[in-house]
């Protein structure tokens, strides 16, 4: 018989929400769209991965498959595209993103850390309370 984790879920804050964005930190807009069409192949050669050689079926991965829904839906760009972005993601109730940059990508992470971050430190639980809708619990 199935577990029921109804209780474990209401018994947790639910909205304490996260999300995972691929990020990079850019210093032009040729860097910007290099790395967004990069990202897109990957996306495209990682899907046509997931399906069975001799199939017709679609890839099981799910991603709009254009160059502009890559580009919107990862953190790449300047400082200032990048923390505009996670701006909109603070409005709607994220409170926790999870980055991931390319391979070897500490000084891309120490840059992120040292140019966006100081804008979004200390201010979420206390912003997201004040919008924080009343949730009836069973």
Avoid at 54 to 70: V, Y
């Amino acid at each position: 018989r199935p577990r029921d984790w109804s209780s474990d879920v209401c018994s947790s804050d639910l909205m304490d929400v996260g999300v995972s964005r691929a990020f990079l930190v850019t210093q032009s807009a040729e860097e910007k769209a290099t790395a967004v069409k990069t990202r897109f192949e990957h996306q495209r050669r990682l899907a046509a991965l997931s399906i069975a050689p001799g199939s017709t079926a679609k890839p099981s991965l799910s991603f709009a498959d254009t160059l502009e829904a890559s580009e919107e839906s990862a953190m790449f760009g300047t400082p200032d595209e990048i923390a505009a972005k996670l701006e909109v993601l603070r409005k709607g109730g994220i409170e926790y993103v999870l980055l991931n940059g390319p391979a070897g990508s500490r000084d891309n992470l120490r840059g992120f850390a040292r140019e966006i971050m100081p804008a979004f430190t200390g201010t979420s639980k206390a912003r997201v309370e004040s919008r924080r809708p009343a949730l009836a619990h069973p």
